[in-house]
Protein backbone atom coordinates (compact mmCIF):
# COMPACT_ATOMS: atom_id res chain seq x y z
CA UNK A 1 0.00 0.00 0.00
CA UNK A 2 0.99 3.17 -1.05
CA UNK A 3 2.07 5.82 2.27
CA UNK A 4 -0.81 8.30 2.67
CA UNK A 5 -3.29 6.90 0.82
CA UNK A 6 -6.36 8.96 1.64
CA UNK A 7 -9.22 6.54 2.97
CA UNK A 8 -12.82 7.81 1.55
CA UNK A 9 -16.05 6.27 2.34
CA UNK A 10 -18.52 5.92 -0.17
CA UNK A 11 -21.90 5.85 1.02
CA UNK A 12 -24.24 5.29 -2.24
CA UNK A 13 -26.85 2.66 -2.99
CA UNK A 14 -25.20 -0.30 -5.35
CA UNK A 15 -28.28 -1.86 -5.98
CA UNK A 16 -29.01 1.30 -8.26
CA UNK A 17 -27.32 1.86 -11.86
CA UNK A 18 -27.72 5.17 -11.97
CA UNK A 19 -25.43 5.52 -8.57
CA UNK A 20 -23.19 2.76 -9.81
CA UNK A 21 -21.92 5.11 -12.66
CA UNK A 22 -20.98 7.57 -10.01
CA UNK A 23 -19.10 5.38 -7.85
CA UNK A 24 -17.69 4.30 -11.41
CA UNK A 25 -16.77 8.01 -11.88
CA UNK A 26 -15.19 8.11 -7.85
CA UNK A 27 -12.78 5.14 -8.71
CA UNK A 28 -11.32 6.73 -11.94
CA UNK A 29 -10.86 9.92 -10.63
CA UNK A 30 -9.97 8.27 -7.35
CA UNK A 31 -6.99 6.42 -9.51
CA UNK A 32 -6.00 9.69 -10.82
CA UNK A 33 -5.57 11.23 -7.95
CA UNK A 34 -2.92 8.91 -6.56
CA UNK A 35 -5.24 5.97 -5.38
CA UNK A 36 -7.65 6.29 -2.89
CA UNK A 37 -8.49 3.05 -0.54
CA UNK A 38 -12.68 3.21 -1.29
CA UNK A 39 -14.79 2.02 1.69
CA UNK A 40 -18.16 0.73 -0.14
CA UNK A 41 -20.50 -1.52 1.26
CA UNK A 42 -23.82 -2.86 -0.63
CA UNK A 43 -25.30 -3.89 2.82
CA UNK A 44 -27.81 -1.17 3.58
CA UNK A 45 -26.31 -1.22 7.69
CA UNK A 46 -22.68 -1.38 6.80
CA UNK A 47 -22.92 1.37 4.48
CA UNK A 48 -21.95 3.93 6.64
CA UNK A 49 -18.90 3.08 8.75
CA UNK A 50 -19.11 3.57 12.48
CA UNK A 51 -17.75 7.32 12.91
CA UNK A 52 -16.38 6.62 16.10
CA UNK A 53 -14.11 4.19 15.11
CA UNK A 54 -13.03 4.45 11.62
CA UNK A 55 -10.25 6.75 10.60
CA UNK A 56 -10.75 7.96 7.10
CA UNK A 57 -10.01 11.22 5.49
CA UNK A 58 -13.09 11.81 3.88
CA UNK A 59 -16.79 10.80 2.56
CA UNK A 60 -18.83 11.44 -0.71
CA UNK A 61 -22.54 10.83 0.40
CA UNK A 62 -26.67 11.14 -0.86
CA UNK A 63 -28.89 12.74 1.67
CA UNK A 64 -31.56 10.53 0.81
CA UNK A 65 -31.30 8.97 4.04
CA UNK A 66 -31.87 10.83 7.29
CA UNK A 67 -30.18 8.80 9.53
CA UNK A 68 -26.92 9.39 7.00
CA UNK A 69 -27.44 12.73 6.76
CA UNK A 70 -27.68 13.09 10.80
CA UNK A 71 -24.51 11.05 11.65
CA UNK A 72 -22.34 12.71 8.08
CA UNK A 73 -23.82 16.70 9.41
CA UNK A 74 -22.05 15.98 12.77
CA UNK A 75 -18.84 14.38 11.25
CA UNK A 76 -15.57 16.69 11.78
CA UNK A 77 -14.10 14.69 8.41
CA UNK A 78 -14.06 16.37 4.86
CA UNK A 79 -17.60 15.70 3.37
CA UNK A 80 -18.82 16.01 -0.21
CA UNK A 81 -22.79 15.40 -0.99
CA UNK A 82 -23.77 13.88 -4.07
CA UNK A 83 -26.66 13.91 -6.91
CA UNK A 84 -29.79 11.71 -5.26
CA UNK A 85 -32.05 14.47 -4.10
CA UNK A 86 -31.18 17.14 -1.31
CA UNK A 87 -33.51 15.57 1.51
CA UNK A 88 -31.91 16.05 4.94
CA UNK A 89 -29.28 18.20 3.13
CA UNK A 90 -28.65 21.68 5.31
CA UNK A 91 -27.56 24.50 2.95
CA UNK A 92 -26.20 26.16 6.43
CA UNK A 93 -23.46 22.74 6.74
CA UNK A 94 -21.07 24.40 4.54
CA UNK A 95 -20.98 20.99 2.37
CA UNK A 96 -20.18 20.82 -1.44
CA UNK A 97 -22.74 19.26 -3.13
CA UNK A 98 -22.48 17.94 -6.99
CA UNK A 99 -25.85 17.66 -8.30
CA UNK A 100 -27.41 16.88 -12.19
CA UNK A 101 -28.52 19.85 -13.91
CA UNK A 102 -32.37 18.93 -13.53
CA UNK A 103 -33.36 22.04 -15.78
CA UNK A 104 -30.41 20.64 -18.45
CA UNK A 105 -32.13 17.29 -18.18
CA UNK A 106 -35.47 18.12 -18.78
CA UNK A 107 -34.93 20.92 -21.63
CA UNK A 108 -33.12 18.05 -23.24
CA UNK A 109 -36.01 15.56 -23.23
CA UNK A 110 -38.38 18.48 -24.26
CA UNK A 111 -35.83 19.37 -27.45
CA UNK A 112 -35.90 15.44 -28.21
CA UNK A 113 -39.89 15.52 -28.62
CA UNK A 114 -40.03 18.43 -30.28
CA UNK A 115 -37.18 17.61 -32.91
CA UNK A 116 -39.75 14.49 -33.56
CA UNK A 117 -42.49 16.91 -34.39
CA UNK A 118 -44.31 16.86 -31.46
CA UNK A 119 -46.62 19.92 -31.28
CA UNK A 120 -48.27 18.92 -27.70
CA UNK A 121 -46.61 17.66 -24.28
CA UNK A 122 -47.06 16.52 -20.98
CA UNK A 123 -44.71 15.80 -17.93
CA UNK A 124 -45.62 12.95 -14.90
CA UNK A 125 -43.44 14.18 -12.12
CA UNK A 126 -43.68 12.95 -8.81
CA UNK A 127 -46.08 14.14 -5.89
CA UNK A 128 -44.56 17.01 -3.67
CA UNK A 129 -41.52 15.80 -1.23
CA UNK A 130 -38.79 16.49 0.31
CA UNK A 131 -37.56 13.99 -1.95
CA UNK A 132 -38.86 14.73 -5.19
CA UNK A 133 -37.87 18.10 -5.42
CA UNK A 134 -35.67 17.36 -8.82
CA UNK A 135 -38.94 15.83 -10.14
CA UNK A 136 -40.60 19.85 -9.67
CA UNK A 137 -37.78 21.24 -11.37
CA UNK A 138 -37.58 19.15 -14.63
CA UNK A 139 -41.45 19.50 -14.58
CA UNK A 140 -40.76 23.58 -14.54
CA UNK A 141 -38.49 23.39 -16.85
CA UNK A 142 -39.74 21.19 -19.32
CA UNK A 143 -43.43 23.53 -18.90
CA UNK A 144 -40.74 26.65 -20.18
CA UNK A 145 -39.06 24.70 -22.97
CA UNK A 146 -42.89 23.93 -24.18
CA UNK A 147 -43.57 27.52 -23.65
CA UNK A 148 -40.81 28.51 -25.35
CA UNK A 149 -41.39 26.56 -28.76
CA UNK A 150 -45.65 27.83 -28.75
CA UNK A 151 -46.62 24.24 -27.96
CA UNK A 152 -49.32 23.09 -25.25
CA UNK A 153 -48.12 21.50 -21.86
CA UNK A 154 -49.97 19.58 -19.35
CA UNK A 155 -48.11 18.71 -16.22
CA UNK A 156 -49.33 15.74 -14.04
CA UNK A 157 -48.08 14.45 -10.66
CA UNK A 158 -50.85 12.01 -9.27
CA UNK A 159 -51.42 11.11 -5.46
CA UNK A 160 -48.88 8.11 -5.03
CA UNK A 161 -45.26 8.50 -3.97
CA UNK A 162 -45.08 5.07 -4.06
CA UNK A 163 -45.70 2.23 -6.83
CA UNK A 164 -47.17 0.48 -3.57
CA UNK A 165 -50.04 1.69 -4.58
CA UNK A 166 -50.46 0.45 -7.84
CA UNK A 167 -53.74 -0.41 -9.08
CA UNK A 168 -54.61 3.35 -7.64
CA UNK A 169 -51.85 4.75 -9.38
CA UNK A 170 -52.47 3.69 -12.63
CA UNK A 171 -56.35 4.24 -12.55
CA UNK A 172 -55.58 8.02 -11.85
CA UNK A 173 -52.43 7.78 -14.52
CA UNK A 174 -54.98 6.15 -17.17
CA UNK A 175 -57.75 9.06 -16.88
CA UNK A 176 -54.98 11.67 -17.57
CA UNK A 177 -53.83 10.03 -20.62
CA UNK A 178 -56.96 9.10 -21.63
CA UNK A 179 -57.68 13.26 -21.22
CA UNK A 180 -54.42 14.38 -23.46
CA UNK A 181 -54.96 15.61 -26.91
CA UNK A 182 -52.94 13.27 -29.18
CA UNK A 183 -49.77 12.70 -30.52
CA UNK A 184 -48.45 13.65 -27.70
CA UNK A 185 -44.81 13.55 -26.40
CA UNK A 186 -44.47 12.88 -22.50
CA UNK A 187 -41.76 13.09 -20.18
CA UNK A 188 -41.52 11.66 -17.20
CA UNK A 189 -39.47 12.53 -14.30
CA UNK A 190 -37.22 9.20 -14.67
CA UNK A 191 -37.22 5.94 -15.92
CA UNK A 192 -39.65 4.38 -13.08
CA UNK A 193 -42.22 6.37 -13.73
CA UNK A 194 -42.13 6.39 -17.57
CA UNK A 195 -43.06 2.39 -17.02
CA UNK A 196 -45.78 3.71 -15.13
CA UNK A 197 -46.75 5.48 -18.10
CA UNK A 198 -46.20 2.79 -20.89
CA UNK A 199 -48.13 0.61 -19.05
CA UNK A 200 -51.21 3.09 -18.50
CA UNK A 201 -50.78 2.88 -22.22
CA UNK A 202 -50.75 -0.57 -23.00
CA UNK A 203 -54.18 -0.83 -20.53
CA UNK A 204 -55.77 1.85 -22.61
CA UNK A 205 -54.27 0.12 -25.91
CA UNK A 206 -52.92 4.02 -27.26
CA UNK A 207 -50.28 3.18 -29.35
CA UNK A 208 -46.81 3.99 -28.35
CA UNK A 209 -44.90 5.69 -30.04
CA UNK A 210 -47.50 6.76 -33.11
CA UNK A 211 -49.97 8.30 -30.19
CA UNK A 212 -48.03 8.72 -27.03
CA UNK A 213 -44.34 8.94 -27.04
CA UNK A 214 -42.08 8.25 -23.64
CA UNK A 215 -39.35 9.63 -22.65
CA UNK A 216 -37.42 9.14 -19.22
CA UNK A 217 -34.78 9.66 -17.38
CA UNK A 218 -31.80 7.90 -15.50
CA UNK A 219 -31.17 5.35 -18.53
CA UNK A 220 -31.50 2.42 -16.48
CA UNK A 221 -30.71 0.21 -19.20
CA UNK A 222 -32.49 -2.85 -17.52
CA UNK A 223 -36.05 -1.22 -17.18
CA UNK A 224 -35.64 0.75 -20.67
CA UNK A 225 -35.12 -2.73 -22.68
CA UNK A 226 -37.54 -4.11 -20.57
CA UNK A 227 -40.46 -2.35 -21.47
CA UNK A 228 -42.48 -2.47 -24.44
CA UNK A 229 -41.54 -0.75 -26.39
CA UNK A 230 -37.96 -0.02 -25.16
CA UNK A 231 -38.00 3.52 -23.28
CA UNK A 232 -36.09 6.81 -25.11
CA UNK A 233 -34.22 8.14 -22.03
CA UNK A 234 -31.85 10.68 -21.22
CA UNK A 235 -28.36 10.00 -20.34
CA UNK A 236 -27.76 11.92 -17.16
CA UNK A 237 -23.92 11.58 -16.32
CA UNK A 238 -23.86 9.96 -13.87
CA UNK A 239 -20.01 8.97 -13.96
CA UNK A 240 -19.25 12.77 -14.76
CA UNK A 241 -21.13 13.62 -11.17
CA UNK A 242 -19.14 10.74 -9.21
CA UNK A 243 -15.62 12.46 -11.24
CA UNK A 244 -16.54 15.83 -9.83
CA UNK A 245 -17.24 14.77 -6.22
CA UNK A 246 -14.02 12.65 -6.51
CA UNK A 247 -12.17 16.12 -7.12
CA UNK A 248 -14.30 18.60 -5.01
CA UNK A 249 -12.89 15.97 -2.06
CA UNK A 250 -9.96 16.21 -3.02
CA UNK A 251 -9.73 19.61 -2.87
CA UNK A 252 -11.50 19.61 0.77
CA UNK A 253 -8.80 16.70 1.84
CA UNK A 254 -5.73 19.39 0.48
CA UNK A 255 -7.34 22.09 3.34
CA UNK A 256 -8.96 23.88 0.30
CA UNK A 257 -12.55 25.45 -0.29
CA UNK A 258 -14.17 25.13 -3.30
CA UNK A 259 -15.45 28.35 -4.75
CA UNK A 260 -19.21 27.42 -5.12
CA UNK A 261 -21.42 25.20 -2.82
CA UNK A 262 -23.06 23.72 -5.59
CA UNK A 263 -21.90 22.12 -9.07
CA UNK A 264 -24.52 21.55 -11.45
CA UNK A 265 -23.10 18.23 -13.81
CA UNK A 266 -24.99 18.35 -17.83
CA UNK A 267 -26.37 15.48 -18.83
CA UNK A 268 -24.98 13.92 -21.76
CA UNK A 269 -27.29 12.80 -24.91
CA UNK A 270 -30.72 11.38 -25.66
CA UNK A 271 -30.66 7.35 -25.93
CA UNK A 272 -33.41 6.98 -28.40
CA UNK A 273 -35.25 3.47 -28.49
CA UNK A 274 -38.48 2.58 -29.84
CA UNK A 275 -40.82 4.75 -26.88
CA UNK A 276 -39.98 7.97 -29.54
CA UNK A 277 -38.87 6.32 -32.29
CA UNK A 278 -41.69 8.24 -35.21
CA UNK A 279 -42.10 11.81 -36.59
CA UNK A 280 -45.69 13.27 -35.13
CA UNK A 281 -45.28 15.90 -38.39
CA UNK A 282 -49.02 16.22 -39.89
CA UNK A 283 -47.52 17.95 -42.72
CA UNK A 284 -46.39 15.53 -45.15
CA UNK A 285 -44.00 17.37 -47.33
CA UNK A 286 -42.04 18.19 -43.78
CA UNK A 287 -42.29 15.05 -43.04
CA UNK A 288 -40.59 13.56 -45.81
CA UNK A 289 -37.90 16.25 -45.45
CA UNK A 290 -37.35 14.88 -41.76
CA UNK A 291 -37.17 12.10 -42.83
CA UNK A 292 -34.81 12.27 -45.98
CA UNK A 293 -32.33 14.68 -43.47
CA UNK A 294 -32.24 11.92 -40.93
CA UNK A 295 -31.42 9.22 -43.31
CA UNK A 296 -28.47 11.14 -45.20
CA UNK A 297 -27.90 14.23 -43.33
CA UNK A 298 -23.87 12.88 -42.42
CA UNK A 299 -23.33 12.47 -46.24
CA UNK A 300 -22.63 16.24 -47.03
CA UNK A 301 -26.35 16.84 -48.17
CA UNK A 302 -27.17 20.33 -48.84
CA UNK A 303 -30.78 22.51 -48.08
CA UNK A 304 -30.86 22.12 -51.68
CA UNK A 305 -31.06 18.61 -52.27
CA UNK A 306 -33.80 18.60 -49.66
CA UNK A 307 -35.84 21.02 -51.54
CA UNK A 308 -35.02 18.59 -54.65
CA UNK A 309 -36.35 15.09 -52.70
CA UNK A 310 -39.68 16.83 -51.82
CA UNK A 311 -40.13 18.90 -54.69
CA UNK A 312 -42.32 21.90 -53.65
CA UNK A 313 -40.41 25.41 -53.61
CA UNK A 314 -37.59 25.91 -50.79
CA UNK A 315 -39.20 29.51 -49.96
CA UNK A 316 -42.72 27.08 -49.74
CA UNK A 317 -40.96 24.23 -47.94
CA UNK A 318 -38.98 26.75 -45.51
CA UNK A 319 -41.67 28.29 -44.46
CA UNK A 320 -43.77 25.14 -43.50
CA UNK A 321 -40.09 23.67 -41.64
CA UNK A 322 -40.22 27.22 -39.41
CA UNK A 323 -44.00 26.77 -38.71
CA UNK A 324 -43.87 23.09 -37.69
CA UNK A 325 -40.52 22.96 -36.22
CA UNK A 326 -39.61 26.39 -35.56
CA UNK A 327 -36.03 26.04 -37.03
CA UNK A 328 -34.41 26.25 -40.55
CA UNK A 329 -33.57 23.06 -43.16
CA UNK A 330 -30.02 24.14 -42.84
CA UNK A 331 -30.06 23.98 -38.74
CA UNK A 332 -32.28 20.88 -38.53
CA UNK A 333 -29.64 18.83 -40.85
CA UNK A 334 -26.65 20.32 -38.52
CA UNK A 335 -28.61 18.91 -35.51
CA UNK A 336 -28.71 15.64 -36.77
CA UNK A 337 -24.95 15.77 -37.59
CA UNK A 338 -24.45 16.88 -34.02
CA UNK A 339 -26.08 14.41 -32.86
CA UNK A 340 -24.79 11.53 -34.73
CA UNK A 341 -21.52 12.92 -34.01
CA UNK A 342 -22.49 12.79 -30.32
CA UNK A 343 -23.87 8.96 -30.63
CA UNK A 344 -20.36 8.10 -32.16
CA UNK A 345 -17.76 9.79 -29.49
CA UNK A 346 -20.02 8.46 -27.10
CA UNK A 347 -20.20 4.15 -28.42
CA UNK A 348 -16.07 4.33 -30.19
CA UNK A 349 -12.80 5.14 -29.92
CA UNK A 350 -12.14 6.51 -32.75
CA UNK A 351 -10.24 9.84 -33.27
CA UNK A 352 -11.82 13.31 -33.76
CA UNK A 353 -11.18 13.23 -37.36
CA UNK A 354 -12.78 10.32 -38.51
CA UNK A 355 -16.09 11.03 -35.93
CA UNK A 356 -16.26 14.36 -37.87
CA UNK A 357 -15.70 12.34 -41.81
CA UNK A 358 -18.18 9.79 -40.70
CA UNK A 359 -20.86 12.50 -39.29
CA UNK A 360 -20.78 14.65 -42.41
CA UNK A 361 -18.31 17.34 -41.51
CA UNK A 362 -16.03 18.86 -43.55
CA UNK A 363 -13.64 19.29 -41.12
CA UNK A 364 -12.44 18.58 -37.02
CA UNK A 365 -12.23 22.66 -36.49
CA UNK A 366 -16.07 22.41 -37.96
CA UNK A 367 -17.23 19.75 -35.65
CA UNK A 368 -16.12 21.38 -32.88
CA UNK A 369 -17.60 24.60 -33.68
CA UNK A 370 -20.93 23.31 -34.20
CA UNK A 371 -20.32 21.07 -31.45
CA UNK A 372 -19.77 23.27 -28.62
CA UNK A 373 -23.08 25.67 -29.94
CA UNK A 374 -25.31 22.59 -29.76
CA UNK A 375 -24.00 20.88 -27.03
CA UNK A 376 -22.19 23.56 -24.61
CA UNK A 377 -18.99 21.62 -25.13
CA UNK A 378 -16.69 20.28 -26.55
CA UNK A 379 -15.90 16.81 -28.21
CA UNK A 380 -13.12 16.40 -26.58
CA UNK A 381 -14.73 17.31 -22.98
CA UNK A 382 -17.91 15.23 -23.91
CA UNK A 383 -15.81 12.48 -24.82
CA UNK A 384 -13.92 12.59 -21.60
CA UNK A 385 -17.53 12.08 -19.62
CA UNK A 386 -19.32 9.54 -21.71
CA UNK A 387 -16.25 7.15 -21.46
CA UNK A 388 -15.27 4.47 -19.12
CA UNK A 389 -11.63 3.92 -18.04
Known amino acids: MKKNQPLVAVILDTTSQYQRKMIRGIAAAARDLGGWRLYVEEDPLD ?34 GIEGGYAWYEPGCQ ?26 LAYYCMPRHRLTSWSARRAEAFAARAQEAGVPCRVYAGRHLSARSWEALQRDLCRWIASLEKPVGIMAGNDNRARHVLEACRTLGV ?6 AVIGADNNELLCELTDPPLTSV ?62 ACLHIRVADVVEEVSVSR ?54 NLFRRHVGCTPGEFRRVTHAR
Not at 275 to 282: F, P
Request: proline share 4%; glycine share 6%; charged share 30%.
Open 47 to 80: KLPDLRTWHGDGIITTFTERRFAELVHGVRLPVV
Open 95 to 120: IPYVNTDDTAVARMAAEHLLGQGFTR
Open 207 to 212: RVPEEV
Open 235 to 296: EQGGRAIGMRAAELLAQLMAGRRPQRLETLVPPERVIVRRSTDTLAVGDPEVAAALRYIRDR
Open 315 to 368: STLEARFRAVLGRTIHEEIQRTMVDQAKKLIAEHDWTLKEVAAKAGFAHVQHLT
